[in-house]
């Protein structure tokens, strides 16, 4: 992955690669060496996660400062190596007439940031197998503009074992990196390997403290493989209920990055996510869905809200004697604070009517657990003359009410 001179005709190897790092510095006996500095750089640690540096952004606010270290430099050195540094030094920045400058990073940084004014001073990484470490004095590269580090250090990255952490962080890489999108890939595989069989109760404890992406990552990976489509439906909920226990953020998560992912919830569209004491909710099935999913198990909605309360229309064929097409209402898992009368009401869109008939009524209250629902004889529903299908979907509404206790 190395240069070289285009008339060379052999890329350097590694012994040419690294003198040409020593090349790129050389200057050690300078690192806060008062006699070879006209600076002193005020380092504020502050106790803040890993954030990126916003545009325009001086690093000052309200966060408390955990310590501070002071290193002195040469502003030549730095100025050549980052464009932040060379806009501190000169008319770019507030502190370019003053001989004390400050930058503030948070605690999780400060080794990243110590290894990368020492790779600006001598061209050279510290050896290291710790491919989080490299992110982490990528991130930092990035942060501080020093694009001879972000280079090597993504090399670097592309050459070691992924960790589940550097994974992780690799799927978040600003597209200002060069390499961000080969780290991607990479941090995609290894995490598609490693959760393989990711419904497996063996991993269930770690995946539902992975993020977003690296969930996405997962199913986008592993969901041709997978045999029940039912318990990735109920694995992405869970996931989600975990993770985002606030539940309007949890239903845009929900319905824009997961759902769409699982065929399960595909099936069922026109989904309306609302969360008010009385809602209606539409929902559509295509005969093929019905016709080729009924014979291996149900079909699941994506969940609805009602007064915080969360529930999602189930639909099925049951075998044997009744033969019959059903349609449930179910809760999810119950965390709604309001407490009252729950009215449930199923209606299908007929032919040659176009308008919708109701099947099912029924009130219960908030707290019971129950699915309540209708079935229709399966002969009457899936025949090509079928009243209930209306350019070949069947068109389900579903409404649900929660009168408050007074």
């Known amino acids: 992955m190395a240069g070289g001179d285009a008339s060379s005709g052999a890329a350097p190897g590694p012994e040419t690669a690294r003198e040409a790092e020593v090349d790129a510095g050389g200057f050690e006996f300078a690192f806060d060496n008062e006699a070879f ?7 504020e640690v502050v106790g803040a996660g ?28 730095l100025a050549a190596k980052s464009s932040f540094f060379f806009k501190l030094f000169s008319n770019g920045m507030k502190e370019s007439g003053q001989r004390q400058s400050t930058v503030r990073i948070a605690d999780s940084e400060e080794n990243a940031f110590m290894e990368l004014l020492w790779f600006m001073y001598n061209g050279r990484l510290t050896p290291t197998t710790d491919s989080t470490l490299l992110v982490d004095i990528l991130m930092a590269a990035d942060k501080f503009d020093v694009v001879s580090c972000t280079k090597l250090c993504g090399q670097r990255l592309i050459g070691l074992p992924m960790t589940l952490e550097s994974a992780l962080r690799c799927l978040d890489l600003p597209c200002s990196i060069s390499m961000a999108a080969d780290l991607s890939e990479a941090a995609k595989k290894f995490l598609a390997k490693r959760y393989e069989k990711f419904l497996s109760t063996k991993f269930q404890d770690e995946l539902m403290r992975i993020p977003l992406s690296g969930i996405v990552a997962i199913l986008s990976r592993n969901l041709p493989g997978v045999a029940s489509e039912k318990s990735v439906y109920d694995f992405v909920l869970r996931w989600a209920d975990l993770q985002y226990p606030n539940s ?7 319905s824009s990055s997961l759902l769409p992912m699982v065929p399960l919830a595909r099936s069922m569209t026109n989904v309306i996510l609302i969360d008010q004491p009385s809602c209606i909710i539409n929902f559509s099935l295509k005969r093929e869905h019905c016709s080729g999913s009924f014979s291996s198990g149900s079909m699941r909605s994506p969940p609805f809200y009602c007064a915080g309360h969360g ?32 009215d449930y009401e199923i209606d299908v869109k007929t032919t040659p009517s176009l308008e919708f008939t109701t099947l099912w009524r029924r ?18 529903v899936i025949p090509d003359d079928s009243p209930f299908f209306v350019d070949d979907k069947l068109h389900i509404r579903v409404h649900v009410k929660i009168t408050l206790q007074p």
């Open 311 to 342: 529930f999602f229309l189930s639909a099925h064929r049951r075998m044997g004697p009744s033969n019959s097409f059903v349609l449930i209402i179910q809760k999810l898992e119950d965390k709604g604070l309001v407490r009252g009368t729950l």
């Open 363 to 380: 009130t219960t209250t908030t707290g019971c657990r129950q699915g309540f629902g209708c079935r229709l004889p399966w002969p009457e």
């Open 50 to 77: 890993r954030k990126r540096r916003r545009e325009g952004d001086d690093g000052e606010g309200s966060t408390p400062v955990l310590r501070v270290k002071t290193i002195h430099i040469s502003s030549v050195i």
């Open 37 to 43: 500095s006209d600076r002193v750089l005020r380092i």
């Open 248 to 254: 309007e953020e949890r239903r845009k998560i929900l």
